[in-house]
């Protein structure tokens, strides 16, 4: 068993909300929030679903934080993410001012670091890698079913 309080152990529960997205027939992507050891948000993408393109996982998982907390600063919270936020997810996270983002898989096409490095907040600590291979291993299944 995973540690509760390891990077793995919260990642997993991330790829957890990818596979419901992927079931789901979104685009497999999964967040989850922690603050001080405890899950205060998870979500998946959800596009399709609310006919939203703003409905990524890591908005969807923002807001859910923010309400959680009752305040929209996320000073003290790691986002964990199964792929690399997008330049519109990386300016909320800036704005959120998000101590910490976990990454799983990064994004080699529309990744926010393919833009700038600067996207996020300057506070803000960037861990990568972390499952990225199971999260890529879910991202190509989706993508071959497409075509």
Known sequence: ?????????????????????LEEGE???GAV????????????NQTERLKDVTAH???????????????????NCTL????????????????SQIGRIVIGAMDDKRGCSKVSPK??????HITTGILGEASQTMLRAFFQKLR
Not at 33 to 44: F, L, N, S
Not at 119 to 124: A, G, Q, S
Request: hydrophobic residues 50%; glycine residues 6%.
């Open 80 to 95: 964990y993410v199964t792929l690399e936020p997008c330049v519109m997810c990386g300016g909320a996270l800036f704005w």
């Open 57 to 75: 996982a890591e908005m969807l998982a923002l807001t859910a934080a923010a309400h959680a907390l009752g305040g929209k600063y996320l000073r």
């Open 1 to 21: 068993m995973l540690n509760p309080f390891a990077d793995e152990y919260y990642m997993q529960i991330a790829l957890q909300q990818a596979q419901i997205a």
């Open 33 to 44: 929030v922690v603050c001080q050891d405890k899950i205060i948000a998870k979500a998946y």
């Open 27 to 29: 685009i497999p992507v």
């Open 119 to 124: 996207v996020y907040h300057p506070k803000t």
